[in-house]
């Protein structure tokens, strides 16, 4: 019974549980000036550790972030930059060595001359269609951040003229076989072969014009993305929509006016080369609080 007692008063003695923080707040009260400066400064030192280590997180991330998007940029500005001297063949060199304006038999001596041009103008055209597939994901996968709607168009746009581009080296694959001297094309004359060879090209320029539309057309999406990124100078965004809108005049006023040969794309489309020399050597300007 004594014990029983004893026990009983030292719980009695004992402070309630939810008074336990008051408890230890009047022993900090009553605590040395010195041990509570002590604490203090453990405190202080515990949460600068802490957010020491956030702010470490948030840098480390920052970097990476950095480092990925000037990787992107340069492999983007890389693969684009491979199809420029694709396109300069196939645009240019080509029909200027191969076609003769309104003459259909010396444009048949010419190629019959120079075959392996044609393939080698085959190849370079699906190569650059392929190649322009890569470098359109990896810039939506850049400029997916700015915007994603307008980065979703900028990709459909672009990967549109791919397929017309395709099909119509089916036209140049039809010049080789009629120019081929087979024998099932016996039933023809020489001047039909011919005649028909020069349409066959002549549907081939029509084919690159209609690509030349969505050429344009995804340029005034990238164009919009450049010029918000904040990571690529502005300016370049604003030359892009003059540069897209200038592959749409020339080949419109190509099918209105056929004899008018305008040609403002080969002046508005500097800012493509501009851009992709951009992504090449200076990549992205990402600022540290990125």
């Given at each position: ?261 305008l040609s403002i794309g080969l002046i508005t489309g500097l800012p493509e080369i501009m851009f992709l020399l951009w992504l ?11």
């Amino acid at each position: 019974m004594v014990l029983a007692g004893l026990g009983w008063l030292i719980f009695l003695s004992l402070p309630p549980a939810n008074d336990l923080p008051r408890q230890r707040k009047r022993q900090e009260a009553y605590a040395s000036p010195g041990l509570r400066e002590i604490r203090a400064i453990g405190r202080a030192t515990a949460h600068r550790d802490r957010k020491t280590y956030a702010c470490g997180e948030v840098q480390m991330t920052s970097r990476t972030a950095r480092t990925s998007a000037l990787i992107l940029a340069r492999v983007a500005g890389f693969l684009y930059l491979l199809t420029v001297p694709l396109g300069i063949f196939t645009l240019m060199v080509v029909p200027s060595s191969l076609i003769v304006s309104g003459d259909a038999a010396a444009t048949a001596r010419n190629i019959m001359g120079s075959e392996s041009l044609i393939s080698i103008d085959i190849v370079s055209a699906l190569l650059g269609s392929v190649i322009a597939i890569f470098y359109l994901l990896i810039l939506y996968k850049l400029l997916k951040p700015v915007s994603k709607d307008m980065a979703v168009l900028m990709v459909i746009l672009g990967l549109t003229g791919n397929p017309i581009v395709m099909l119509t080296e089916f036209t140049q694959l039809g010049v080789l076989q009629l120019l081929s001297g087979a024998d099932y094309l016996s039933v023809f004359t020489t001047a039909q072969l011919q005649a028909l060879a020069y349409l066959f090209l002549r549907l081939h320029t029509y084919g690159i014009n209609i690509a030349f539309i969505f050429s344009g057309l995804w340029l005034l999406p990238l164009g919009y993305l450049v010029f918000k990124s904040g990571f690529l100078p502005r300016i370049l965004g604003v030359l892009l929509i003059i540069g897209g809108f200038g592959y749409l005049i020339d080949v419109f006023a190509g099918f209105l006016f056929p004899g008018s040969n305008l040609s403002i794309g080969l002046i508005t489309g500097l800012p493509e080369i501009m851009f992709l020399l951009w992504l090449l050597v200076k990549g992205v300007s990402v600022r540290e609080g990125a």
